[in-house]
C-alpha cells in the first residue's frame, strides 16, 4: 500500500469533474486500498479519488468511533435527499486547518457498488449523511469553501496559498 499526495485547496485540479469507474479491476482495488491509507494516515473521515488526482468515481469514509468501519463507494448515486436540512461544521483533508458550517440534507439515500462490484444501497444521516455529500461534491469538482460566502473563501485562499509560500 502507499499513501498518495492530497491535492490542497485552491488548485484548480480539485475542480475536475471524475468519471465512473468502467471496470473494477486491480488498479481500482490498489487505489481503494492507498486512498483508505491515506484517509487513516491524514486522520480523515472521508475522501475522494479527486482529492489524490483521480478522476473517476471512488470514495472511501469512516465515521465510526474506532476508526474500523471503512466504507468503499465505487460509482455512487445519491437517489434520495430529505427535505430537511442540517447545518454541520465541516473541514477537509484538501482545506488543511480550515472549519466551517455548511447546510446539508439531514438524511440521504445512495446506491453505489461496493470493491467487489457488488450494487449497495445506503441510507445516512447525521455524520454519515453530511460526509457523503461531501465526498459526492468533491466527484463533481466541487469544495466545500464554495458554500461559504466570497468574503470567507478570499480569506481561506490566501492563508493556504501564503502557507503553500512559506512551505507549508
Ligand atoms: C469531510 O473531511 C467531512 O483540516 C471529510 O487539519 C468533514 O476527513 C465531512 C481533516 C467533516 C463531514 C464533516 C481536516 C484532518 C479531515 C483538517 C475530513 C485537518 C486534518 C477532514
Ligand atoms: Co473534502
Not at 16 to 31: F, N, S, W
Not at 41 to 67: C, F, K, P, W, Y
Not at 133 to 142: R, V
Amino acid at each position: 500500500m502507499a499513501k498518495l499526495d492530497i491535492l490542497r485547496y485552491p488548485d484548480p485540479k480539485l475542480q475536475t469533474v471524475a468519471k465512473p469507474v468502467q471496470e473494477i479491476d486491480a488498479r481500482i482495488r490498489t487505489l481503494v486500498a492507498d486512498m483508505l491509507e491515506t484517509m487513516y494516515d491524514s486522520n480523515g473521515i472521508g475522501l475522494a479519488a479527486t482529492q489524490v488526482n483521480v478522476h473517476e468515481r471512488v470514495v472511501v469514509m469512516d465515521v465510526s468511533e474506532n476508526r474500523n468501519e471503512p466504507m468503499v463507494l465505487i460509482n455512487p448515486t445519491i437517489t434520495w435527499m430529505s427535505a430537511e436540512r442540517i447545518k454541520g461544521e465541516e473541514g477537509c483533508l484538501s482545506v488543511p486547518g480550515i472549519y466551517d458550517g455548511v447546510e446539508r440534507a439531514a438524511a440521504i439515500k445512495v446506491t453505489a457498488q461496493d470493491v467487489e462490484g457488488q450494487p449497495q444501497e445506503i441510507e445516512a444521516d447525521g455524520l454519515l449523511a453530511v460526509c457523503v455529500q461531501h465526498e459526492l461534491d468533491h466527484l463533481m469538482g466541487k469544495v466545500f469553501v464554495e458554500y461559504l460566502s466570497i468574503l470567507k473563501r478570499g480569506r481561506i485562499k490566501t492563508k493556504l496559498l501564503k502557507a503553500l509560500r512559506d512551505g507549508e
